[in-house]
């Protein structure tokens, strides 16, 4: 007898309208197969749901959770999630009484917005009221849902344009004069009808198979945020497009600002990247107020003089240089053609196969020779600005704007260079001519190594999946120097490249954001205080260094499906191996050797009240470390949830004789957070000074030891053991040698180095 739905589900699927009595039995075949010989779960019938295509995983994820009835968004039905910003969230979505699509934003909560910013989106709505443009999206529906503002508009189907340009290089010149025509007729019809978008770049323009370019969220910004400032919470390439007389003077973008932002955003198709880019806002922000954009032909040479110009216009720093109307800008153009869209669909059907040779702008040497070129002007520029000291050059932008620059530092050490500008300014990070460029994520978002090296650190960013993998036997050196490695997808693979900064300077080594994160075989290498023969304690009172891997995960608040995998890895350096920037569901560890300075995980974040973050340990060495765990307790009065780590043969070698084993770090006291760690050992040496549990004051700095009981440690052998040679680079020289504790095998705890990589 096959168990049926439960009346609660049963209900809450016939109320969203989300599958039918037929469709559940349908699903009955299905169930039986999952199920085999036990009950018939809700979750088991949610499975054959998605199985058959009646639910979407983002639905299913959601009706298991504790609050399902989220999937209902005021009038709509959400079907998977967009994205999401410091503004709210968007989704697909639809009619609760329909299967057409939509897309929703949820704004973070009406409390949040001031009365104004919902009387512009009242105001934008009216004057829109009944208007439509086929290149141009807004919002078309405003509607309350309990404390928070929701936001509907026309579903745009197909990718976004900084997606294709990942995948496929630079832009034709004939395309992006197609879609300059388009995006311009569009602003005109919004220009007409007294509005501006506020938010032109490259992730808010959408080319559909009908070769239709799009521009989304005409207005939302402009009206919730009229003024534009320095937002820690915002990435860098929010600011590719900022109008200089925005930043900080308080001026609300309009049709000049857009006009700016267009042309950046045609400037970066042409070119392949922004005009000035980097991973810090406060450089771009001193270079679009103090510097002029480069002729676009200086980096696409096969631009139109005609189309050169108008983004010369375009880009001007003086808004009374620019074009004073959208209309007047278009005439130079001319509206949209009848082969327009031809054009642009042609285009868009290139990217449904994989890449070819003669897809890429400028193949072979020339395209090489291109991207070194840029490589060198791109770290000119960066040198140039940061010479020139940014924050100098921003002191005419008002007080009102953050200089926040750092997102993942916990706490500063005694002794730490923390100036940004300190990396640019030292001669031991710039380029060398040695140095290559990155290849580009082909179709598949694979990113090949097949030369050793060194290759230069870019920022890397793609829709999916992300394979950076050097090739067998190489052991690639990619060189970080002015800022840290940025990795961006919704997951991430690292595999056979070995990491290496020679900045002290660094906030991190490598930098990756993304729902997964497996390195496999790779080596990160940090300066380090230490001499490569010392002996335990012998490190003194040495800054402790940047973190090797810092991790962040794509969705914060909902860190269930967020898990990290680290396999055969050596991390060298005296700052903490693994950064864990929000908290997660699972960071898995095997045959790990971790060589300096610095805790093997340094946890920056709470952990929410009712999770777990489970850490798995097996075969981990660290050798004249700084502790296992270090937990940054966020400020504030939250029950923390739980840290459960489970270590199996494994061997923690402390740094000096006074270091703790599990540290925590906070303003103020919280006797509750050690108690929220356990740790067990099973088959793991530790050598322990008389301090297990530490806590770090962040407001004076002082250290002091805790009671051991405070944090549940349990089957850890505190034994006398020996390695078989000093700590250098070759792992084989840091596996346990002789232990006076009892074996569980034939192996020692610690690494297998002979899986273990060398570092070059």
């Known amino acids: 007898m096959l168990d049926p739905p439960s009346d609660a589900l049963l209900k809450l699927l016939d109320e969203l309208n989300l599958c039918s009595a037929h469709d559940l039995r349908r699903c009955r075949r299905g169930v039986r197969r999952l199920a085999r010989d036990l009950p018939a779960f809700d979750s088991v019938w949610l499975d054959a749901l998605v199985q058959i295509g009646r639910l979407t995983p983002f639905q299913q994820k959601l009706l298991e959770s504790d ?23 968007t989704f697909l979505a639809r009619p609760r009484s329909s299967s057409a699509l939509c897309v929703l934003k949820l704004l973070r909560g009406a409390e949040n917005l001031p009365q104004e910013g919902l009387g512009r989106i009242e105001r934008l709505l009216e004057s ?12 078309h529906a405003c509607d309350r849902l309990g404390t928070q503002v929701v936001l509907i508009s026309r579903y745009v189907p197909g990718p976004h344009l900084g997606e294709l340009l990942v995948r496929r290089g630079r832009f034709p010149a004939r395309v992006v004069t197609e879609i300059a025509r388009q995006l311009l007729d569009g602003l005109s019809g919004l220009e007409a009808r007294g509005a501006c978008h506020g938010d032109i770049r490259i992730a808010n323009v959408r080319l559909t198979a009908g070769g239709a370019a799009v521009l989304v969220d005409a207005g939302v910004r402009t009206a919730l945020e009229p003024e534009q400032t320095v937002h820690a919470r915002l990435p860098p390439e929010r600011y590719d497009g900022i109008a200089p007389e925005l930043i900080g003077g308080g001026r609300q973008p309009n049709a000049a600002s857009d006009l700016y932002a267009l042309g950046c955003l045609l400037w970066q198709l042409l070119a392949g990247r922004p005009p000035y880019p980097g991973g810090d806002p406060l450089v771009k922000l001193a270079a679009h107020q103090t510097r002029q954009i480069d002729d676009v032909r200086k980096w696409a040479p096969d631009t139109p003089a005609a189309l050169a110009e108008l983004i010369r216009r375009f880009t001007a720093r003086d808004p009374a240089a620019r074009p004073p109307r959208v ?80 997102q993942y530092a916990a706490f500063r050490q005694p002794g730490r260079h923390d100036s940004p500008n300190a990396a640019a300014n030292s001669s031991e990070t710039g380029p060398t001519p040695a140095e290559m460029a990155l290849p580009v994520p082909d179709a598949a978002g694979l990113i090949l190594l097949n030369a050793p090296g060194p290759y230069l650190a870019e920022e890397i960013s793609t829709v999916g999946p992300l394979v950076l993998r050097g090739r067998a036997g190489l052991k690639p050196t990619i060189v970080v120097r002015d800022r840290a490695m940025r990795v ?20 991190v080594l490598v930098r990756a954001e993304s729902h997964h994160l497996m390195v496999t075989g790779c080596s990160f290498q940090t300066p380090s205080a230490a001499t490569t023969a010392n002996a335990p304690g012998d490190r003194g009172n040495a800054p402790e260094g940047p973190p090797a891997l810092a991790w962040k995960t794509l969705e914060p608040r909902d860190p269930r499906g967020e898990d990290c995998t680290l396999v055969n890895s050596v991390f060298l350096g005296d700052g903490a191996a693994l950064y864990l920037a929000s908290a997660a569901r699972r960071v898995e560890c095997t045959n790990l050797l971790k060589l300096g300075g610095g805790p093997l995980i340094h946890l920056a974040t709470g952990v929410g009240p009712g999770r777990t973050l489970n850490v798995q340990l097996a075969a981990v060495t660290c050798r004249q470390a700084g502790g296992l765990v270090r937990w940054r307790v966020p400020d504030g009065h939250d029950k923390p949830g739980e840290v459960l780590i489970e270590a199996t043969d494994c061997v923690f070698d402390l740094a000096q004789n006074a270091t703790p084993l599990l540290e925590f770090a906070g303003r103020s006291f ?17 050598r322990l000074g008389p301090v297990a549990v530490g806590w770090i004051d962040l407001t004076t700095g002082q250290e002091r030891a805790l009671d051991g009981t405070l944090a549940q440690i349990d089957g850890l052998l505190a034994a006398p053991f020996s390695f078989h040679g000093p700590a250098t680079t070759n792992p084989a020289d840091s596996e346990i040698s002789t232990f006076d504790a009892p074996r569980r095998g034939s192996l020692p705890p610690g690494i297998r180095p002979g899986d273990l990589p060398t570092p070059p």
């Open 488 to 507: 961006w997808a919704a997951t991430i693979r690292l595999e056979n490249v070995h990491f290496l900064t020679p900045s002290r300077t660094l906030n």
């Open 67 to 89: 609050a399902p009835r989220r999937l209902g968004a005021g009038p709509c039905v959400l079907i998977d999630r967009l994205g999401g910003g410091p503004l709210g969230e």
């Open 670 to 686: 919280r006797p509750d957070w050690p108690r929220s760690l356990k740790l067990t050992g099973e088959g793991s040496l530790a």
């Open 327 to 406: 209309q007047e800008a278009q005439a130079a153009l001319g509206p949209p053609r009848r082969a327009s869209r031809r054009v642009l669909s042609g285009f868009r059907k290139r990217f449904d196969s994989a890449a070819g040779v003669g897809d890429l702008q400028g193949g072979g040497v020339l395209r090489w020779l291109f991207l070194l070129a840029a490589l060198f002007a791109t770290s000119g520029v960066a040198a140039g600005l940061a010479g020139r000291a940014p924050r100098e050059l921003l002191l005419s932008i008002q007080a009102g704007v953050a200089t926040q620059w750092r």
């Open 128 to 139: 829109l009221k009944g208007w439509s443009h086929p290149a141009l999206v807004a919002p």
